[in-house]
């Protein structure tokens, strides 16, 4: 936004927003609020972490009792993917932003079990995400562009007998629609339609979600699983189970073994038994680790997807660095890096990470979807010594993450855990560990103060949702705490002014209010001395 439109005033940019800002206020949907089991989560991550883990696995399992009811209409998706590959289709999984990063993480999966189980299957899966697989490391801003979408999904070659599989965590992205309804001109094959808020809220208040639930064109499931535990943080339950949603349709066809009510029940009933305490003990080195100024890696060899998405989704919601590139211009170290101590590349390491070549868009006019920026991303051996030139005098620190056997081992120096796994899929371990490490950043970042209760203060303000998620946050915030609060026009207009000097260590969300806070004290003591002076 500082750099959109630069001959234009910050408030003349406000002013474009705010034209069309009915598109994008969000604020009525149940992702986009205030979790009630979640609202002092911030603090009880300082002061009681075990009470807010306790919690979370509440929120967390909650998921599982809402697909129960869902499991029909997975059922029927299941069977349309299998009528798809019969007749020679391909099936096509795409999303924006978390729901993208489940789509690549879901034909990693495939692929690393077709490949043992069903090799004539591995290229039946093709998953995409807006941004290319650039957006896999870091946020590329393309949600606001179904353009973008339409001229993507016809460089992956979609074409007549193939079925989308999509999804968008509030109903309302307006790329995944974008993908959506030009499969529908490319493809006489029903797509598919997943997302989470409920269809009357966003048939009422966002014309594009309506053009889609209306259409009888599109199947649709709504997998509504109510308040996020950090309000629009949609990364987190919605992703778990629109993620799982998806596997259990997808997984039969490339595992004979695979059983798709059965491995549910496993799911449900595991999520029921297990316990996030023994993340106490990694959320306190982690966070010991940010607060000296120092590093992480984040190393593996079996879980190389999950913990990417993780960094990743870290990145915007809590506005931290994205991983550093050897491309950028200036570099500015991330707090968390990908490594794969076993590949000896940037190449060799792409292809383990998705279990194929990157996809590249290739557009000239975005030098960051390129071949040549992707493998400016190096997780190989290489990183050390790059990431370790980064920080400085500053250290890193390692933390591995690794399933032996039927046990995800945990080691961060000399803090050890092993979790017991034994009876679940693959699909099923990568949903837990996907909670695992939801919470433990969660948690992190509450002790590193960059949430407010359970609201963002750290917006990353790229797109339309998320400038008015600011504004709405800001309002939430005078309201509670007792200030006067001004039209939500007035709001913007401070939030775009500071937009143009904004960096990501600054809570844009809390700096806007403490702004309005102050020009409101000046104004009650300017009018106190006149009244005095009079």
């Given at each position: 936004l500082r750099f959109k439109d630069m001959e234009k005033t910050p408030r003349e940019k406000a002013e474009d927003y705010l034209k069309i800002v009915h598109d994008y206020s969000l604020g009525v949907l149940p992702t986009e609020q205030s979790h009630p089991l979640t609202i002092d989560i911030a603090e009880q991550s300082k002061t009681d972490a075990k009470k807010a883990l306790q919690i979370m696995k509440e929120v967390d399992s909650h998921v599982y009792d809402v697909l129960e009811g869902k499991l029909d209409q997975i059922d029927e998706m299941r069977i349309s993917i299998g009528q798809t590959l019969e007749k020679g289709g391909r099936i096509f999984l795409c999303g924006c932003g978390s729901t993208g990063t489940l789509a690549l993480s879901l034909e990693t999966f495939w692929r690393e079990i077709a490949e043992q189980k069903k090799p004539e299957y591995v290229e039946k899966l093709r998953a995409f995400m807006a941004g290319g697989d650039t957006a896999l490391i870091k946020a590329m801003g393309f949600e606001d562009h179904p353009e973008?979408?339409?001229?993507?999904?016809?460089?992956?070659?979609?074409?007549?007998g193939d079925l989308l599989?999509?999804?968008?965590?509030?109903?309302?992205?307006?790329?995944?629609?974008?993908?959506?309804?030009?499969?529908l001109e490319l493809s006489s094959t029903t797509p598919y339609y997943l997302y989470c808020n409920p269809d009357d809220?966003?048939?009422?208040h966002v014309e594009r979600s309506r053009r889609v639930i209306e259409n009888p064109k599109i199947k649709k499931i709504n997998c509504c699983v109510g308040h996020m535990a950090l309000s629009g943080s949609t990364r987190m339950q919605c992703c778990t189970i629109l993620q799982y949603a998806f596997g259990l349709a997808l997984m039969g066809y490339v595992d004979p073994e695979f059983e798709m009510r059965k491995e549910f029940a496993k799911m449900k009933e595991y999520m029921k038994n297990m316990s996030y305490?023994?993340?106490?003990?990694?959320?306190?080195?982690?966070?010991?680790?940010?607060?000296?100024?120092?590093?992480?890696i984040y190393s593996t060899t079996t879980y190389s997807i999950l913990l990417q998405t993780d960094i990743m989704e870290r990145a915007p919601t809590y506005s931290l660095y994205p991983p550093e590139n050897k491309f950028d211009k200036e570099i500015k170290p991330c707090w968390g890096y990908l490594?794969?101590?076993?590949?000896?590349?940037?190449?060799e390491a792409w292809k383990y990470l998705l279990k194929r070549d990157p996809r590249p868009h290739q557009w000239e006019e975005n030098?960051?979807?390129?071949?040549?920026?992707?493998?400016?991303?190096?997780?190989?051996?290489?990183?050390?010594?790059?990431?370790?030139?980064?920080?400085?005098?500053k250290k890193l620190h390692y933390i591995y993450i690794e399933r032996k056997g039927d046990k995800i081992h945990w080691d961060f120096e000399d803090d050890h855990e092993e979790v017991d796994i034994s009876g679940l899929s693959l699909l099923s371990?990568?949903?837990?560990?996907?909670?695992?490490?939801?919470?433990?950043?969660?948690?992190?970042?509450?002790?590193?103060?960059?949430?407010?209760?359970n609201i963002m203060a750290y917006v990353w303000p790229t797109n339309n949702k998320l400038l008015d998620r600011c504004c709405r946050n800001i309002i939430f915030l005078?309201?509670?705490?007792?200030?006067?609060?001004?039209?939500?026009?007035?709001?913007?207009?401070?939030?775009?002014?500071?937009?143009?000097?904004?960096?990501?260590?600054?809570?844009?969300?809390?700096?806007?209010?403490?702004?309005?806070?102050?020009?409101?004290?000046?104004?009650?003591?300017?009018?106190?001395?006149?009244?005095?002076?009079?």
């Open positions: 973008w979408a339409e001229r993507h999904i016809v460089e992956m070659d979609f074409k007549e599989l999509s999804s968008t965590e509030g109903g309302e992205t307006p790329w995944v629609i974008g993908a959506v309804e030009k499969a809220l966003l048939c009422k305490e023994f993340l106490e003990k990694f959320i306190t080195r982690e966070t010991d680790v940010y607060k000296k100024g120092d590093r992480m490594y794969l101590p076993h590949t000896n590349d940037a190449k030098y960051s979807t390129s071949m040549e920026y992707i493998y400016g991303f190096n997780f190989s051996k290489e990183l050390i010594d790059f990431r370790q030139k980064g920080i400085g005098d371990q990568n949903n837990y560990l996907k909670t695992c490490l939801n919470t433990l950043s969660l948690l992190i970042m509450g002790r590193m103060e960059r949430y407010v209760n005078l309201k509670k705490n007792g200030k006067e609060v001004p039209p939500y026009a007035e709001v913007c207009y401070e939030l775009f002014e500071l937009i143009e000097t904004w960096d990501m260590d600054i809570p844009i969300v809390l700096q806007t209010y403490e702004t309005i806070v102050k020009k409101q004290e000046a104004k009650k003591q300017n009018s106190k001395c006149s009244s005095m002076n009079a």
